[in-house]
C-alpha cells in the first residue's frame, strides 16, 4: 500500500510544514545572530559567573548541589522518554485497534492502522531524539561536576590557568543545557505532533501554537528580562 492510499494531501501538507518549521525554529535559535538574545545565552554568561565565583570557595558544596539538582531534573525527563517510547512502540504494534478506536472520538477522522502508524511513528523518533538527548545532557553534567571539582584553590585560583579552567567549566555547563534545551524543545513539538492525530488542520494549528509558545519563552520571558537586568 502506497502512501497516497491512506493520507490525504493535506496530511502530507501538514508534515512537512511541521518539519520545515522544526528545522527552521533550531537554525534561528541555535545558529543565526538571533541565538546571542535568547535566555539560553543570557544563562550560559551566568555560567561564567558562576564559575568564575567558584573559584573563590574552598568549600564548593554550594556548587555540587546545584550539580545534583541539574542531574536530577535531567533524569526524570530521560525516564519519562523510555516509558514513553515503550508505549509508543506498543501503540504500533497494535495499530488496528487503536486506530480503529481512536476513530470513534468526536471530531477525529478516520485513521487506517497505516495512517496511525505513521503519526505514532512520528512521535516516537520525535521521543527518541529527546531521550538521547536528555542522557547526553546527564553525561555532560557529569563532566561538569568533575571540571568544578578540579577547580583550583588558594593562591592558584587566582592564576591565568585557573582563570581558563573556569571558563572550561563554563563551557562544559552550557553544552549540558544546550543538550537539555533540545531535549526540552522536543517535548514541546512532540505535543504539537500530537495535533496530528485529529487531523491536518488541528496538527497544523498545533505546530503554530507551541512555536508561538517557545519563541516568547526564548525571546521574550519574564524569565529573560529578570536575567538580562542583572551587570
Not at 2 to 18: E, G, I, K, M, R
Not at 99 to 126: C, H, Q, Y
Not at 200 to 228: D, I, M
Request: a positive charge; aromatic letters at 12%.
Amino acid at each position: 500500500m502506497t502512501t497516497d492510499s491512506f493520507f490525504q494531501p493535506y496530511d502530507l501538507a501538514a508534515l512537512v510544514v511541521f518539519a520545515a518549521v522544526v528545522v527552521g525554529y533550531t537554525v534561528l535559535t541555535d545558529h543565526s545572530p538571533l541565538r546571542h538574545r535568547t535566555i539560553s545565552a543570557a544563562m550560559n554568561r551566568q555560567r561564567k559567573s558562576w564559575m568564575r565565583e567558584a573559584l573563590g570557595r574552598d568549600l564548593r558544596m554550594l556548587d555540587t548541589g546545584i550539580l545534583q539538582i541539574m542531574v536530577s531534573g535531567m533524569s526524570i525527563f530521560a525516564s519519562t522518554s523510555i516509558v514513553v517510547i515503550g508505549g509508543l512502540i506498543a501503540g504500533i504494534a497494535y495499530n488496528a485497534e487503536l486506530a480503529r478506536e481512536f476513530s470513534t472520538v468526536p471530531m477525529v477522522g478516520d485513521n487506517t492502522p497505516e495512517a496511525w502508524s505513521v503519526k505514532l511513528g512520528l512521535l516516537l523518533l520525535i521521543f527518541v531524539y529527546a531521550f538521547f538527548k536528555f542522557a547526553w545532557s546527564i553525561r555532560l553534567a557529569h563532566y561538569s561536576a568533575i571540571l568544578v571539582g578540579a577547580l583550583p584553590q588558594g593562591d592558584a585560583a587566582r592564576s591565568d590557568t585557573a582563570i581558563r579552567h573556569a571558563e572550561a567549566a563554563a563551557r562544559m555547563s552550557s553544552l549540558c543545557g544546550h543538550h537539555f534545551n533540545r531535549g526540552l524543545r522536543s517535548n514541546f513539538f512532540a505535543v504539537a505532533a500530537m495535533g496530528w492525530m485529529f487531523g491536518p488542520w488541528p496538527f497544523l494549528a498545533a505546530t503554530v501554537f507551541v512555536t508561538l509558545v517557545l519563541a516568547r519563552r526564548e525571546f521574550g520571558s519574564n524569565a529573560r528580562k529578570a536575567v538580562l537586568s542583572l551587570p
